[in-house]
């Protein structure tokens, strides 16, 4: 008969990649406002199977209170109170196995909460977590609305790589994501049939204006026609749409074994546009698809092993 | 007798390089929540000299509270609405003439603040607009809670630029700032006698543990040796702090005519250790003294004009 350790064993742990960690005796996860000696952090997140994690923390807890109504673990009117409300750099909210958690806005705002999500799944001996990424994102030739799933998170020179500058030198890192995650995200949607997603490329900025090719930041110094055809060659390399965390999002999770997917709701054809000129309830309406996709693909995972 | 308008030309205002804003009918300043159509920016932010920026929402919520007792300009206890409630990607707050608003962590994120902060200073055509970020650091070779006021931003290789991306293409821009202001700001801290302040380098990162050579973060190649050669390497060159906004910060601000300083109060010495171990009460203290500084400098600016 299997023991737990056993059990343990076939199960899919995060990883760290750090040998000075084990030497720390207390480990302090300075932005959760959260520490290994001040908290549980087993007790607190050992259950979690899935983690969202989105750029504004307004809409993660409306996440949560969304994915608390349609798993029916909690009644949907409960209070969910923000589990880093010591700090107000990110937001976490958790009901049963779903965490979700707000990650601000650009690769090294995400990669900071990312360094310390991956050391809280660790201590709290997390196993066969699934994380997503729920955002949103500029879209290439999609109707505004689309989700795209990505298939390959690429850099502003399409080209499927992060790079991470370490003692002054920089480190090229993967991209990849979990395609087999993708499909079945694309599946879900295709149960729901309430909204159009696709999988293709997703390029990461740095920059939301010049870095992205907008036309209206403070500065511009290309034309109208420059800006066409680079994003003609970003959609002819696959780029479906563009957002600014991707990048380090695949890079950090393949890197810590956790299954990744990034699904993004595109706001706008850049083709046509660089500004938000949508109404609020509009663009409103398009930032839940995303929500909605993921809460049915985790409900379909906990209904398929009975936990639901 | 000078007019109004030639009262104007010898003004400074805030540049924007972007033949395209004409043409805009509407400028939306999305991460704000305000726009061109949608509020008169001139009656809201005309009168805006002092514009303080920093990554927290509730320090800079904080922070217009405590200048607005110092400056006398409101009762102390009035309340200071946020003038972005609309969205929670940035706070921002007014009193008189000075603005505070919030940047989140990392360059992407304060430069997309930044383009649209800008913007606005420029639709309100605002004159003569000092800027000054006021944040947190880690320090090299300095007790913690000493000031930093940054004489020149450098990045991991102790470099004086910022890499912006452009079309795919790299541009490299200046990250000087303004020496006088600087200065200023350190005779400010010898008035008041309240903290060490010093005018260092501050190198700019992209990452808060590998791209700060932290031994914490959720992986780590390198050791304690690497790290302490890579800091020492740093603190030579002149580096005093390192923080994550200043390259861009001091880019963006000198391509629009901003006259701009960094004031970043150290919350622990790298040398030393990577965590902060110190209490909430050490470090809140420490996180008010740039906020003191700034105060000081615009309260001796503003009787030194007459309007305070």
Same mark, same amino acid.
């Given at each position: ?108 705002? !995400?990669? !900071? ?58 480190v090229v890192r993967s991209t990849d994501l979990d395609q087999c995650l993708a499909d079945e995200l694309l ?21 939301f204006y010049e870095g992205q090719a907008r036309l209206d930041g403070a500065f511009c110094s290309y034309s ?28 950090m999770c393949k890197l810590s074994g956790l299954r990744a997917a990034v699904v993004c709701v595109t706001l ?23 929500? !909605? ?16």
């Amino acid at each position: 008969m299997a023991t737990d350790d056993d059990k343990k064993d076939m199960c899919s742990t995060v990883h760290v990649h750090n040998p000075h960690l084990d030497a720390l005796k207390d480990d302090i996860l300075y932005h959760f406002n959260l520490g290994t000696s001040t908290h549980d952090l087993q007790a607190m997140f050992g259950d979690v199977k899935f983690v969202c994690v989105g750029g504004s923390p307004r809409r993660m807890k409306l996440f949560i209170e969304y994915i608390a109504g349609e798993l029916s673990f909690e009644d949907q009117k409960s209070e969910f109170p923000n589990i880093c409300a010591g700090t107000d750099r990110y937001a976490m909210y958790k009901v049963g196995p779903v965490l979700s958690v707000s990650h601000g806005m650009g690769i090294p705002s !995400i990669s !900071i909460m990312l360094h310390e999500l991956i050391k809280l799944l660790h201590h709290a001996q997390c196993t066969d977590v699934t994380i997503m990424r729920i955002g949103t994102s500029g879209g290439l030739g999609l109707e505004p609305g689309t989700v795209v799933v990505t298939k390959e998170s690429v850099d502003a020179s399409f080209l499927p790589k992060f790079e991470q500058v370490i003692l002054g030198k920089t480190v090229v890192r993967s991209t990849d994501l979990d395609q087999c995650l993708a499909d079945e995200l694309l599946q879900c949607s295709k149960d729901l049939g309430l909204f159009d997603t696709v999988i293709g490329k997703t390029m990461c900025t740095m920059d939301f204006y010049e870095g992205q090719a907008r036309l209206d930041g403070a500065f511009c110094s290309y034309s109208e026609k420059d800006k066409q055809e680079y994003l003609a060659k970003a959609y002819q390399s696959g780029v479906r749409n563009i957002e600014m965390e991707s990048s380090v999002f695949a890079a950090m999770c393949k890197l810590s074994g956790l299954r990744a997917a990034v699904v993004c709701v595109t706001l706008l054809d850049r083709h046509k546009g660089d500004q938000l000129t949508s109404s609020h309830e509009v663009l409103h309406n398009y930032q839940q698809r995303p929500q !909605i996709l993921v809460a049915h693909f985790i409900k379909k995972m906990l209904n398929a092993s009975g936990q639901s």
